[in-house]
């Protein structure tokens, strides 16, 4: 038998390349682990009823409050000290949208993926 517990969020692992700036001002990728929450369809009601409040608003949702919650970690990445990163929406902010979209897709490809032909 499977004890379940509701209380405990399921985290997954997906991967995505992530673009910086090397120490020589040269743009380099690299592949990072993304680890994140897996959504609980009460998660998903409580999503899709703050992006309708915020679509029937006029307003955005934005992608840094979506993945400051949606994000564990990024074990990968370090701050220049070489500490993890605390995972926030500002760090999404300051972040290059490129990566940030990057994340994102990766995710939604992890929990969406397409259907393989049979071989």
Same mark, same amino acid.
């Given at each position: 038998?499977?004890? &379940?517990d509701t209380?405990k969020? !399921?985290? @997954?692992e997906t991967?995505c390349?992530?673009?910086?700036t090397?120490? *020589?001002?040269?743009?380099?990728?690299?592949?990072?682990?993304v @680890?994140?929450f897996?959504?609980t369809v #009460?998660?998903? =009601?409580?999503?899709?009823? #703050?992006q *309708?409040?915020?679509d029937?608003?006029?307003e955005?949702v934005? +992608?840094? %409050?979506v993945?400051s919650? #949606? $994000?564990e970690?990024?074990?990968?990445l370090? *701050?220049? %000290?070489?500490?993890?990163f605390?995972i926030?929406?500002e &760090?999404?902010d &300051?972040?290059d &949208?490129r !990566?940030?979209?990057a994340?994102?897709k990766? $995710? +939604?490809? %992890?929990?969406s993926?397409k259907?393989q032909? +049979? =071989?």
């Amino acid at each position: 038998m499977i004890k &379940l517990d509701t209380a405990k969020r !399921n985290v @997954r692992e997906t991967k995505c390349d992530y673009i910086y700036t090397d120490a *020589d001002n040269v743009e380099q990728t690299a592949e990072i682990r993304v @680890r994140y929450f897996s959504l609980t369809v #009460r998660e998903l =009601k409580e999503f899709q009823a #703050r992006q *309708d409040a915020a679509d029937k608003a006029g307003e955005k949702v934005w +992608s840094s %409050d979506v993945l400051s919650e #949606r $994000i564990e970690s990024l074990p990968d990445l370090g *701050d220049t %000290d070489g500490k993890p990163f605390t995972i926030s929406v500002e &760090l999404f902010d &300051l972040m290059d &949208l490129r !990566n940030v979209e990057a994340m994102q897709k990766a $995710i +939604s490809e %992890d929990t969406s993926p397409k259907e393989q032909p +049979s =071989k």
